[in-house]
C-alpha cells in the first residue's frame, strides 16, 4: 500500500505558519514579476502559477501580494522528507506549483499498522512542522493521490483493495494526467468521468489512444503498479565555528570563513565528493541569524572556488550585531568524478595541508604563492609564470 | 691530572653545584667522530668536502652565505634546494624583495610544485613566517632572502634578533635548514667595513660562507656561466677556513660543476 500525504496551497501554508496574521487573508505569491502561487482563494479566482503579477492583481485584488521565498518551502520540504523517513524509507516527494505530494511506500506493513502510521504521520506533521496534510492509502500512486485530494484537510482515506475503481468512478475525467489534446478528445467524446473511461474495452482505447490512453484506461480502472523512485537524502557538510565572545570584527570573520572552507573541503575531498550549494550562517549575538547561500555553477570541493564563492556571500552579510558562531555548509554532495592524479609530484596545498591552512589564516593568503611556469617561450621573463594563490586568489 | 690539581678541580666543582645547581657543571659525553652531521647535499663535491665535519649544509642549524650580488648566493641557495627536494623534502622561499624569479628557479632544477614562495610585507612579518615554518616542521629547506630589508628597517636589527633567539631554541627539534643570504656592498668583500655592525646572525649562524666571483667562464667570445671561489668563513662543527671552486654554467638550464 502506498500512502499519499498531500499538502494543499503550501507556499502560502508556509506563508501563513511564519505570520499567523495572514491565515484568512487570500494570498499572491510573486517572484520575478509573475505568479509563484497563490492560496486556494486565488487559485478559485483563476490565478494561476505563471501569470504576470498585473493579470494575477486584475483577476483577485482583494488578495494580498507578497514576494515569495523558495528557500524557505526547499527548507521547510526537507524538514517534512526527514520526518517521513523516520516512518518508512522509500519516499517520493513530487512538489508541483501550488500542491506538495509525497508518496511513502507501506509495502511491508498489514492495513492496521498502516492506518495506525498514517494518524502518527498526520500527528507528527502538525506538531512539528505545524501544516496541517491530507493523507490518501490505496494500493497504487494515482489512487492514493486521489484519495487524499478527495478529502478535507487533517483527515485520511484508506481505499481498501479493490475499491479503487468505485472511488475512482464518479471523479472528473480531467484528474487523469492528460495533455490538452487528449482532454479535447475526451470531451468530444463525451467522456465526462473516469468512471465512463474505465468501462471501454481495453482494445478499443488501445487502437484509439495508442499505449498511453491504455495507460490513462489502466489507471481509470484503479491499477497503478508505477514503484515508488526513492531518492536517497541530500547529503550536507558543515563546518562551525563558536566564539568565546561576540565577534565584530569583520576581517576575523573572513579570515575564520576561509579556515572553515579549507576544513569543509578536506573533508569533501577525503570523502570524494562534490557540492552545488553553499551556504553561510552566522548566529547573532541579540538572538537573531543571517542566512544566505549561493548555488554554484558547477559543483565543486576545490577550497579556491568555494572561497571565492562565499566572498561574494560575506560581501552582502549585513551584521548589525556581534557574531556569536559562524557556520559554512556545502549541500546536495554528489560524488567527484575521478580525475588523474600526477604521477610523480604532489600539490604542496595537499601535501602540507596540515599546517599551510593554518598559516594562511593568521598572516593571510595573499603572503603564500606557488609559483608555476606557464610559457617558459615567451619572450619577457615576468610572462613565463605565475604565481597560483592557495585560497582567495 | 695530578691529584693535588684534581681535588682541587673538584672542591670548585662541588662549590659551583652546591650554589648554582647539579645542572650548572656536567661531565661531557665523548663525540663520536665518524658520525656525520644530518644535512643538505649542496650539489658541490668540492664544497661538501670543504664543509668540516658536516658534509653539506646542516640540518637543525643556521647558515649564512654572503657575496657581493651576483656572486651565485642565490645559485647556490636554489641548487641546495633542488638537491633537498630530490630527497624528498619542501621547501620554502622568504621573498621579501619580490625578487624571485621563478622561470630561473626552475631552470636551477628547482620543483616548483614542491616549493613555497612566501611574500611577507615587512621584515619582522618575514621573521615571525620562518619561525612558524620551522616550528611548524614541514619544510626541509627554508631560504631567506630578505636581510637587506632588515638592514635598511630601523627595528629590524633589534627584530632579527629576538627571532634569532628564539629560532636557535625552536630548530633542534626541526629538521628544517635555514638559509639567510646576506648580500654584501660592492668592493673589498672580505673588508668587515661591508658588513653590518652589531648584527646578530655572525653570531647564532653555525655556518657561513662567503662567495666570491672570481672569473667569467667563456666560450670563444661568448659567456657561458661564471666561476666562483667560497671561504668557510665558520664552521661550528669542523674546521673552518678551507674553501671550495665551483663553476655555474647556465645554458638553458643553470648547472653547477666543481672545478
Known amino acids: 500500500v502506498i500512502a499519499c500525504l498531500l499538502l494543499p496551497d503550501f507556499a502560502a501554508a508556509v506563508e501563513r505558519r511564519a505570520d499567523p496574521s495572514l491565515t484568512r487573508t487570500p494570498l499572491i505569491l510573486s517572484a520575478a514579476g509573475q505568479v509563484f502561487a497563490a492560496s486556494s482563494e486565488a487559485v478559485q479566482a483563476g490565478v494561476r502559477p505563471g501569470l504576470p503579477i498585473s493579470q494575477a492583481r486584475s483577476l483577485y485584488p482583494q488578495a494580498r501580494l507578497i514576494p515569495a521565498k523558495p528557500d524557505q518551502y526547499q527548507q521547510t520540504l526537507a524538514e517534512i522528507l526527514a520526518i517521513l523517513r523516520t516512518f518508512a524509507p522509500k519516499l517520493e516527494p513530487e512538489p508541483g506549483p501550488q500542491n506538495v505530494l509525497i508518496y511513502v511506500d507501506f509495502e511491508l506493513q498489514t492495513g492496521p499498522v498502516q492506518l495506525a502510521l498514517a494518524a502518527e504521520i498526520n500527528r507528527t506533521i502538525r506538531q512539528q512542522i505545524q501544516l496541517i496534510p491530507t493523507l490518501g492509502l490505496a494500493a497504487g500512486k494515482f489512487p492514493a493521490s486521489m484519495a487524499a485530494s478527495a478529502i478535507g484537510l487533517n483527515r485520511t482515506l484508506y481505499l481498501m483493495p479493490g475499491q479503487e475503481r468505485s472511488f475512482l468512478a464518479p471523479l472528473p475525467i480531467h484528474r487523469l494526467p492528460l495533455d490538452q489534446e487528449l482532454a479535447c478528445r475526451f470531451h468530444l467524446l463525451g467522456l465526462r468521468t473516469i468512471g465512463q473511461l474505465a468501462t471501454l474495452p481495453s482494445g478499443a482505447v488501445l487502437a484509439q489512444f495508442g499505449s498511453y490512453g491504455r495507460w490513462l484506461h489502466r489507471l481509470a480502472q484503479g491499477q497503478d503498479d508505477r514503484p515508488i523512485q526513492s531518492s536517497p537524502p541530500k547529503a550536507v557538510e558543515q563546518a562551525t565555528f563558536h566564539f568565546d565572545s561576540p565577534m565584530t570584527d569583520r576581517t576575523r570573520l573572513i579570515a575564520l570563513s576561509q579556515s572553515l572552507i579549507q576544513t569543509l573541503s578536506s573533508r569533501l575531498q577525503t570523502k570524494r565528493q562534490i557540492g552545488y550549494r553553499l551556504q553561510l550562517n552566522l548566529h547573532l549575538e541579540n538572538g537573531t541569524g543571517w542566512t544566505d547561500q549561493i548555488t554554484l555553477r558547477q559543483p565543486t570541493a576545490e577550497p579556491d572556488r568555494l572561497w571565492r564563492m562565499l566572498e561574494l556571500v560575506l560581501e552582502r552579510a549585513q551584521v548589525n550585531s556581534g557574531v556569536v558562531a559562524m557556520q559554512v555548509s556545502l549541500s546536495d554532495l554528489t560524488p567527484a568524478l575521478g580525475e588523474q592524479l600526477p604521477l610523480l609530484e604532489e600539490p604542496i596545498a595537499m601535501m602540507q595541508a596540515r599546517w599551510l591552512p593554518e598559516m594562511l589564516t593568521r598572516y593571510g593568503a595573499d603572503r603564500f604563492f606557488q609559483p608555476e611556469i606557464t610559457d617558459q617561450t615567451a619572450p619577457l621573463p615576468e610572462r613565463r609564470f605565475e604565481l597560483r594563490g592557495f585560497v582567495g586568489q | ?259
Open chain 2, 1 to 259: 691530572v695530578g691529584s693535588k690539581k684534581r681535588k682541587r678541580l673538584e672542591a670548585t666543582v662541588a662549590t659551583i653545584q652546591r650554589r648554582w645547581g647539579l645542572k650548572a657543571l656536567r661531565r661531557g659525553k665523548p663525540v663520536s667522530t665518524t658520525a656525520k652531521f644530518p644535512h643538505i647535499p649542496t650539489g658541490f663535491p668540492p664544497l661538501d668536502q670543504a664543509l668540516v665535519g658536516i658534509g653539506g649544509i646542516p640540518r637543525s642549524r643556521l647558515t649564512e652565505l654572503l657575496g657581493a650580488p651576483t656572486s651565485g648566493m642565490a645559485t647556490l641557495a636554489l641548487k641546495i634546494i633542488a638537491n633537498a627536494q630530490a630527497n624528498g623534502d619542501t621547501a620554502a622561499y622568504i621573498d621579501l624583495g619580490g625578487t624571485f624569479d621563478p622561470d630561473y628557479t626552475a631552470r636551477c632544477e628547482v620543483n616548483l610544485t614542491r616549493l613555497l614562495l612566501v611574500r611577507p610585507k615587512t621584515g619582522p612579518e618575514a621573521l615571525e613566517i620562518v619561525q612558524s615554518l620551522i616550528a611548524g616542521r614541514g619544510v626541509g629547506v627554508l631560504v631567506f632572502e630578505a636581510v637587506p630589508h632588515l638592514l635598511t628597517d630601523p627595528h629590524g636589527f633589534r627584530a632579527l634578533s629576538a627571532a634569532l633567539r628564539q629560532l636557535s631554541q625552536l630548530l633542534p627539534k626541526s629538521p628544517c635548514a635555514p638559509i639567510f643570504l646576506t648580500p654584501l656592498q660592492l668592493g673589498d668583500v672580505m673588508s668587515t667595513a661591508n658588513y653590518p655592525s652589531g648584527f646578530a646572525l655572525p653570531h647564532y649562524a653555525t655556518v657561513r660562507l662567503l662567495l666570491e666571483k672570481e672569473r667569467w667562464l667563456q666560450k670563444g667570445r661568448d659567456i657561458r656561466g661564471y666561476q666562483a671561489r667560497v671561504l668557510v668563513l665558520k664552521n661550528k662543527l669542523g674546521a673552518a677556513g678551507k674553501s671550495a671552486t665551483i663553476s655555474i654554467t647556465f645554458n638553458g638550464v643553470v648547472r653547477g660543476d666543481s672545478t
